[in-house]
């Protein structure tokens, strides 16, 4: 009997087809990037909508794609890790600033919080779907133990972090312009505290001090939070 | 430099960034609190800098290329949102406007209180006028 191959067995049975995919829908996101100089065209965002459409064109599972796709995200540990060297080429810098820093990312973790609570009770949103959204700013491996403990959905925190992420590595730029934020410190520590990981790699293009802050503020903002979120989550 | 020597130089930084995460890893399996294993190996990591234990120019390169390769490893999560859908769709709305009004909110309440707080000290005044640019300090 014939037996023909669909290609979620072929992606399935690939230990470099989510891998290959994902690479590719990056590139075509610099790319596109590089040809319109839009801020609209991050190739991140690009590269997830590609890869999303790649699977519902082909009709290919998420678990096939993540089978392979998934030693991407392995590095990521190791590149948090190495998120200390900008750190540390700015030490000077964080040394002789440090009350302005952590008064300012208090603030960001407060603001955020509190605008959170307000919108929630606004939209009449559960607890569970309060305390899901509650860490949405900071890093995805923070955000996800903070939802888990405060019983919220971890699947859609992980994507309100996502989408949090992407949407400040995008806004960063114009908001800073917009609203006169014009020290590179303050433009790192707003990036880092609003939008974690994603939004460095925006402040990383801004400046080397923009992104040494701001990978501070996603550790410092991550650990504030922690212990924020519980306070915070009492209240509604 | 020749190649031979430049792969054996990459080489030698990624052993040692692997190794602190490693490290970070234990760290997060020994201690109850919820920090994750990287933030224990960035934290290990900086230490190790500062006491100079490891030098800059020994992790440098490798963990430059790591960080700047950083927005492809999130590609894979973000495509999450395809298997959460169904949680996440009676949620859209409100997601749809808190996620992009508290983004802003967080930017500007962090950025203006940094700016108002620098601008009261000298060194802040000093940092807005460094030009920007990386500096190698292994070349």
């Given at each position: 009997m014939e037996r023909r191959m669909t290609m979620n067995e072929l992606i399935l049975n690939s230990t470099t087809a989510g891998v290959v995919i994902s690479l590719l829908a990056y590139g075509a996101g610099i790319f596109l990037r590089r040809k319109t100089k839009s801020d609209l065209c991050n190739p991140l965002l690009i590269s997830i909508v590609l890869v999303i459409a790649?699977?519902?064109?082909?009709?290919?599972?998420?678990?096939?794609?993540?089978?392979?796709?998934?030693?991407?995200s392995y590095l990521l540990t190791p590149a948090t890790v190495s998120l200390a060297i900008p750190l540390y080429r700015q030490m000077d810098l964080l040394k002789k600033n440090l009350a302005a820093i952590l008064i300012s990312v208090l603030a960001g973790v407060i603001s955020s919080l509190g605008s959170i609570l307000i919108l929630s009770a606004a939209f009449g949103l559960t607890h569970a779907q309060y305390v899901t959204l509650l860490p949405k700013s900071i890093t995805t491996a923070i955000g996800m133990g903070v939802s888990e403990e405060l019983g919220g959905n971890v699947t859609i925190s992980v994507a309100a972090i996502i989408v949090t992420g992407v949407f400040g590595n995008m806004v960063i730029e114009p908001v800073c312009r917009i609203f006169r934020i014009k020290n590179p410190v303050s433009k790192g520590l707003a990036a880092g505290t609003a939008s974690h990981a994603i939004g460095t790699a925006k402040a990383m293009e801004m400046g080397e001090i923009e992104g040494s802050m701001s990978s501070l503020a996603i550790v410092v903002s991550g650990l504030i939070t922690v212990v924020c979120a519980s306070v915070f989550a009492g209240m509604y | 430099m020749s190649r031979g020597d430049l792969v054996v130089k990459y080489f030698r930084q990624f052993v040692i960034i692997m190794f602190v995460t490693c490290i970070g890893e234990v760290l997060h399996y020994l201690l109850p609190l919820p920090i994750p294993a990287s933030i224990y190996g960035l934290a290990v990591m900086l230490v190790l800098l500062m006491t100079r234990a490891v030098k800059l120019e020994n992790v440098g390169r490798a963990a430059d290329l790591l960080v700047e390769l950083m927005p492809l490893m999130f590609i894979p999560a973000g495509v999450g949102l395809v298997a959460s859908w169904t949680d996440l769709k009676c949620i859209l709305v409100p997601v749809l406007v808190i996620t992009p009004a508290v983004t802003v909110i967080v930017m500007i309440v962090t950025g203006k209180t940094s700016d108002w707080l620098l601008s009261r000290t000298e060194s802040g005044r000093e940092t807005a006028e460094v030009p920007d640019g990386k500096a190698y300090d292994d070349e």
């Open positions: 790649f699977l519902l064109i082909f009709r290919i599972d998420y678990a096939s794609y993540s089978r392979s796709a998934q030693y991407l | -």
